[in-house]
């Protein structure tokens, strides 16, 4: 199993930006996705991006806003958030999995590698 650390979470005024960053331990070619989880809701998918020929899906909700990218050493995926809102609030998680197929890319059952979480706080 891979092992996943996001780290860039942190606290911003509305309007702010941020860039979440999820580091792999070692070479990863699986599909990597980005999650986020608000208090007391459950597991939304956000972005996915594959490493092959870097396809990007996105949630509606934070398309124009988020970009998701992976480093040139393959094995760090960051998350661009952009005119953050104080719904966006929440735990963010990074994932990977081999073989998803587009239509599950942003369902966190069809990843099985997950890292710890970094916190995003939003204030208005």
């Known amino acids: 199993a891979q092992v996943l650390a996001e780290s860039g979470g942190g606290s911003v005024q509305a309007g702010g930006a941020l860039r979440l960053s999820c580091r792999a331990a070692?070479?990863?070619?699986?599909?990597m996705g980005w999650f986020r989880q608000r208090a007391g809701q459950g597991r939304e998918g956000l972005a996915m991006?594959?490493?092959?020929?870097?396809?990007?899906y996105y949630t509606d909700s934070v398309k124009g806003r988020f970009t998701v990218s992976r480093g040139s050493a393959k094995n760090t995926m960051y998350l661009l958030m952009n005119d953050l809102k104080p719904e966006d609030t929440a735990m963010y998680y990074c994932?990977?999995?081999?073989?998803?197929?587009?239509?599950?890319?942003?369902?966190?059952?069809?990843?099985?590698?997950w890292g710890q979480g970094t916190m995003v706080t939003v204030s208005s």
């Open positions: 070692g070479y990863i070619l699986d599909n």
């Open positions: 994932a990977a999995d081999r073989g998803i197929a587009t239509g599950w890319a942003l369902v966190g059952s069809s990843y099985k590698n």
């Open positions: 991006i594959y490493p092959d020929d870097g396809r990007t």
